[in-house]
C-alpha cells in the first residue's frame, strides 16, 4: 500500500484462524472491512497457535522490525487455559505493551480483553477480567471488549473443540474488532502520526 499504513494483530490461534480458511480469519474481514472503508491501512496477521504471553514476549523483538500505525494485542487465552498466575500474565502483558512502546511510540496500542474459562474458578476468572483494563489503563493502550463477544458458549458459532469460532463466528468477531477497531483507524489518520 503506497500510504505505508500498517496495523498489526499479535495473538494466538484465534488470531491466526485455526481451523479456518487463512481467508477467514478475522484479521482478513477486517481488512475487507478497511478496504471498503477506503483507508489507507493493511493488515499483518501474527497470530500463533498456542501461544503465551511469555511466547509472544520471546518473539516481540522480531515482530517490531517494521513500521506499525497500529498494533492490537490478543494474548493470554492460553495462559487462561494452563490457569498461570494471573500476576506472572500482568507482568508479561505490561513487558509486551512496554516493549511496543519502546520500538514504535507513536503507534497506538490496543490490548484485546480475554476471559479465563469458568472451571479455574470466580477469584481467577475475576482476577483475569480486571487484569486487562488494569494494564490497558496504566499503559495507555485502548481496552478492546472481549474479543469472542456473542460467540463464546454458542455451539452454532464455534468449530467441534468449543473454542475457535467457525466461519459465522468469525465474522462477529471481525465485527467486534472493528467497533473499536474504525474510530483508532480514523483518529490516527487525522493525526498524521507518523513513525
Known amino acids: 500500500m503506497s500510504a505505508g499504513h500498517t496495523v498489526l494483530f499479535v495473538?494466538?490461534?484465534l488470531t491466526a484462524g485455526l481451523g479456518l480458511n487463512p481467508d477467514s480469519a478475522y484479521p482478513q474481514l477486517v481488512q475487507q472491512k478497511?478496504?471498503?472503508?477506503?483507508?489507507?491501512?493493511?493488515?499483518?496477521?501474527?497470530?500463533?497457535?498456542?501461544?503465551?504471553?511469555a511466547g509472544l514476549l520471546r518473539r516481540l523483538d522480531w515482530l517490531m522490525r517494521g513500521n506499525f500505525d497500529v498494533i492490537v494485542v490478543e494474548s493470554g487465552a492460553n495462559d487462561?487455559?494452563?490457569?498461570?498466575?494471573?500476576?506472572?500474565?500482568r507482568e508479561n502483558l505490561r513487558a509486551i505493551v512496554s516493549k511496543i512502546r519502546a520500538a514504535h511510540p507513536?503507534?497506538?496500542v490496543v490490548l484485546v480483553q480475554m476471559e479465563?474459562?469458568?472451571?479455574?474458578?470466580?477469584?481467577?476468572?475475576s482476577a483475569f477480567h480486571a487484569?486487562?483494563?488494569?494494564?490497558a489503563k496504566e499503559s495507555?493502550?485502548?481496552?478492546?471488549?472481549?474479543?469472542?463477544?456473542?460467540?463464546?458458549?454458542?455451539?452454532?458459532?464455534?468449530q467441534a473443540d468449543g473454542i475457535h469460532p467457525n466461519q459465522r463466528g468469525e465474522h462477529i468477531v471481525a465485527d467486534n474488532?472493528?467497533?473499536?477497531?474504525?474510530?483508532?483507524?480514523?483518529?490516527?489518520?487525522?493525526?498524521?502520526?507518523?513513525?
Not at 34 to 44: G, N, R
Not at 83 to 89: D, E, I, L, R, S
Open 34 to 53: 478497511i478496504d471498503s472503508a477506503k483507508l489507507p491501512f493493511e493488515v499483518v496477521n501474527a497470530g500463533v497457535s498456542g501461544e503465551t504471553t
Open 131 to 135: 487484569m486487562y483494563g488494569e494494564v
Open 177 to 195: 474488532v472493528w467497533r473499536t477497531l474504525e474510530p483508532i483507524l480514523t483518529r490516527s489518520l487525522a493525526s498524521g502520526t507518523r513513525e
Open 80 to 89: 487462561g487455559l494452563r490457569g498461570t498466575p494471573v500476576a506472572t500474565v
Open 140 to 158: 495507555g493502550a485502548t481496552l478492546m471488549p472481549f474479543l469472542l463477544n456473542g460467540v463464546a458458549g454458542d455451539r452454532t458459532l464455534n
Open 106 to 108: 507513536n503507534a497506538r
Open 11 to 13: 495473538g494466538t490461534s
Open 116 to 125: 479465563a474459562p469458568p472451571n479455574l474458578g470466580p477469584a481467577y476468572a
